[in-house]
């Protein structure tokens, strides 16, 4: 009996020693592989009386090597935590009923994408529209009997000259492209763009034939209901030649009962994002004076009904709002911006007195650290909102009763498996003035500070943007690699205020080169770097900044640059916003001025250049087209510089948007970069 017994107990434990072993094990550091795993919460929307919220649960799938969404319900307490959706979709842009019972949202779980509507009592669903084109921009009428959306109308395809056609049975080639618009690419949308105009439609709630609402061969973008559910304020760019003057949109009152059209701006625009107020009387709205320069800083504005009585809010904060909306007592917004790479939510009354209420938004950009994420209100001010920390992804978190906390934890379980790298903020002056910059460090996992490291500088494209304190698995899987990486923003960078953001204007590339190498400094003088093993790498502006820092010394080891603009007289011509880029970001057409284009070109330095560079591009990339990473490859190829030229397929300018394309940019960085270690 006693031998049984032992042979038993020996028996059961082990069984249950791989079990204890795997939980007794020790954290590992980030794998490629594990980008499928990670999930982050987005797009929160709070309940009308704030009980409720629904997100964006997105999320990978590696057989299908794409990302997919669904929606998910959490109470503010933090329970019932439950899907509403299921399935390998593309599903968002949920809205709250008026009266809390129904959601509506767009889905493509039917085929195609269209506006499906969930009853939450019974938990019915339906398709309410048959749409051709994708709808966006869904708002619920205030009476609920309504659903007022955008999407693109079909314009009339060009055609010129008679032709006979083909006998039967014959081959001939296809017929011409003909194209006289100036948008006939987008990147992001394979091939070429037919014709075609966003217009504002509504849908009975319950479903039945949408109605167009608005007509003519012009975009209609943002919009905003009258309380009284008989119309809307809509701002659209009505202006002759407006696909020539993208920055001229005006805000007009639009009558649901006839479609008539009254405009309550005048002057130039932008007029854009109106929201009526709860009793109907004020609309707030963003202007500036437009100068035509890369970056502006947008201001507020009220005005009444009738477009009487424009004020501007003098809220003092020198930022972009990156969007607002009133409060239940119609006398203050509900605000969020971004300072200092970092997302604020706060209250601004019509005195333009801020009361901040979290500054932790952020952490919706999966890839790299960019600023992001979103929040929204209840009737009585309670709020959702997405949460970052450095350490994962965005979670969801709730504002209530004054108490701020943490809903989800929908990547914990996984990440306490893992072993990130810290992220470390700092400060230091830039060389050229003396001017404070802010960067981050990404320590790798097992630091050690008596040890030499090598070092990436990593650098944001925009250029107009901001890193943040975020969570980004490309630069941890570099930190896990064994690599201290650096991360700023430098100037032309948002989130510091119009001087900072606007000194680039015109003046793109320049001191901002200073404020990088900057950074390399100050990082180096900790005492843990390898000098002989500093890496540079950035992707679009990052593109353009690092090919421009390699022709200005040859102080890294090796560079990656990535989908890059080599040749600005070139790239305002082919890219796909050529009628705001040769407007705005230069003061001449580029055969007016060829000097101004030739001397912020990264193309005119390529003669310094000695760094082994390899340039990375999507070959569907219709931002900073090919050609431009061609122009520079085959330039390193003459200088007789070691280069390599990576080509995508299928990859528009947002490289990593499936999942194996980030994991093998950042593969593809890390190889040139051992290859030329010292």
Known sequence: MHLIKGILNCLFLFLIYPASLLLAQSPTPLEDLDVFQLQYAGAPEISPEGDQIVYVRHQFDIMKDKAFSNLWMIEANGEGHQPLTSGKNNIGNAKWSPSGERLAYVSNEEGSSQIMVIWLNSGHKASITNLVGSPGNLEWSPDGKWIAFTTNVPASSPSIGEFPKAPKGAEWAEPAKIIDYIKYRSDGNFGFVEPGYSHIFIVNAEGGAPRQLTSGNFNHNSFSWLPNSEGLVISANRSEKADLAPKNSHLYRLSIKDNSLQQLTAGRGPYENPKVSADGKKIAYTWYEDEF??????????????????????????????????????????????????????????????????????????????????????????????????????????????????????????????????????????????????????????????????????????????????????????????????????????????????????????????????????????????????????????????????????????????????????????????????????????????????????????????????????????????????????????????????????????????????????????????????
């Open 293 to 678: 320069v890369g970056y502006q800083l947008s201001d507020i504005y009220t005005m009444n009904i009738d477009g009487s009585q424009q004020q501007k809010l003098q809220h003092g904060l020198g930022l972009d709002l990156d969007a607002y909306s009133w409060a239940g007592d119609g006398k203050s917004l509900n605000i969020t911006y971004t300072k200092e790479g970092q997302g604020h939510l706060a209250n601004l009354d019509l005195k333009g007195n801020v009361k901040v209420k979290t500054d932790n938004i952020g952490g919706a950009s999966l890839g790299r650290p960019y600023s992001s994420g979103s929040a929204s209100f209840s009737k009585n001010g309670d709020y959702a909102f997405t949460h970052s920390l450095a350490e994962r992804p965005s979670e969801i978190a709730v504002g209530t009763g004054g108490k701020e906390r943490v809903i989800t934890q929908i990547n914990d379980t996984f990440l306490k498996g893992k072993k990130l790298g810290k992220v470390e903020e700092i400060w230091y002056p830039s060389s050229f003035d003396g001017k404070n910059i802010q960067g981050w460090i990404i320590y790798p996992p097992d630091f050690d500070s008596s040890k030499k490291y090598p070092l990436i500088l990593e650098i944001h494209g925009g250029p107009y943007l901001s890193y943040g304190p975020h969570f980004t698995p490309e630069l941890q899987l570099m930190a896990a690699k064994g690599y201290v990486v650096l991360y700023t923003n430098p100037r032309g960078s948002t989130s510091y205020g119009e001087e900072f953001a606007a000194y680039i204007n015109n003046n793109y590339p320049s001191e901002d080169f200073d404020d990088l190498i900057s950074g390399v400094d100050h990082v180096v003088k900790k005492g843990f770097v390898d000098e002989d093993n500093l890496f540079i790498t950035g992707g679009s502006g990052g593109g353009v900044l690092s090919s421009w820092a390699i022709g200005k010394t040859d102080r890294f080891r090796a560079a990656v640059v990535s989908k890059p603009v080599i040749n600005w007289y070139s790239f305002v011509l082919t890219a796909d916003g050529v009628a705001t880029f040769y407007k705005y970001w230069f003061d001449a057409k580029p055969w007016e001025d060829p000097e101004q284009y030739l001397k912020r070109s990264p193309i005119s330095l390529v003669g310094n250049v000695k760094t082994p560079t390899m340039v990375v591009v999507g070959e569907n990339d219709y931002r900073t087209p090919i050609s431009q990473s061609e122009e520079y490859y085959n330039a390193l190829q003459i200088q007789g510089v070691e280069s390599m030229l990576v080509r995508l397929p299928g990859a528009s300018h947002n490289l990593t948007a499936r999942p194996s394309n980030l994991i093998r940019h950042v593969g593809y960085i890390l190889g040139w970069f051992e290859k030329h270690k010292k």
